[in-house]
């Protein structure tokens, strides 16, 4: 299948088609809307620890942090993310979705800025963040590798690129396709295809080929008694990984 900015054509189309549902917290992404306070804690956390961050008086957690969050969305993450204080742009292939961004930052005051474009796209232009984010992003794409290398060089040296995807293993299909899909239809069928998703083997291996080298890797688990997701050792089916890029020699 073709492939526009890494991401199947097929899979822009999917989400484009569902832009104007993205902030509804019960509609096709309540699942991304479950897990968004994992994210936002677990980024938080990751990219504070990784540049030392320590918060005075009203400086928002992220305060003077350049971030990008590739694969963006109607602006779930991104939008959160640019209250902690980091200045944020938002990218996705998806025009629909981009232009709901648009419209939702207005109405919340949010300020960031968001594009429809690709990695490559800003490669070009020579932009470079301290923290890039491809976050449920990978296992939409084509060529993890290639994707994985232009996300990679839009990193300051020094910064920190982080993912988060799905674990190709027996469990993640069991619960991921089989059971969020078609038992507790918390996603709509034929979001997600079990042989895109990415081992952390993979991920990491992806990374060090574009010369970075993992810090993190942490699992993310769905506690059913609780009916909420928790950070987790287990990796087998959802999980989240950073990686510096290597200081450049001299």
């Given at each position: ?131 890039v984010l ?100 287990d990796t ?15």
């Open positions: 299948m073709a492939a526009v900015a890494g991401l199947i054509e097929e899979e822009v189309a999917r989400f484009d088609a569902m832009a104007g549902e993205w902030w509804d917290p019960s509609g096709p992404m309540a699942a991304l809307h479950r897990i968004n306070p994992v994210r936002l804690g677990w980024l938080q956390r990751v990219i504070g620890a990784h540049f030392r961050r320590t918060p005075q008086g009203d400086a928002g957690p992220l305060d003077g942090l350049c971030l990008l969050d590739i694969g963006c969305g109607a602006g779930l993450l991104a939008e959160p993310l640019s209250r902690m204080g980091a200045e944020v742009t938002g990218i996705d292939p998806a025009p629909s979705s981009i232009e709901i961004a648009r419209r939702h930052a207005e109405a919340t005051g949010a300020r960031l800025a968001y594009r429809c474009a690709s990695a490559e796209d800003l490669a070009a232009e020579g932009a470079k963040f301290d923290v491809a976050m449920e992003v990978i296992e939409h794409v084509g060529d993890v590798a290639g994707f994985v290398g232009a996300a990679a060089a839009l990193v300051k040296p020094g910064g920190l690129l982080a993912m988060s995807t799905l674990n190709r293993t027996l469990k993640s299909f069991a619960l991921a396709i089989v059971g969020a899909e078609y038992v507790l239809r918390w996603v709509p069928q034929g979001t997600h295809r079990w042989e895109q998703f990415v081992t952390p083997d993979e991920a990491s291996a992806a990374l060090r080929a574009a010369g970075f080298e993992t810090k993190v890797l942490q699992g993310m688990t769905y506690q059913p008694l609780r009916g909420a997701w928790t950070l987790s050792a087998s089916v959802n999980y989240f990984i950073a990686a510096q890029a290597r200081p450049v020699a001299g």
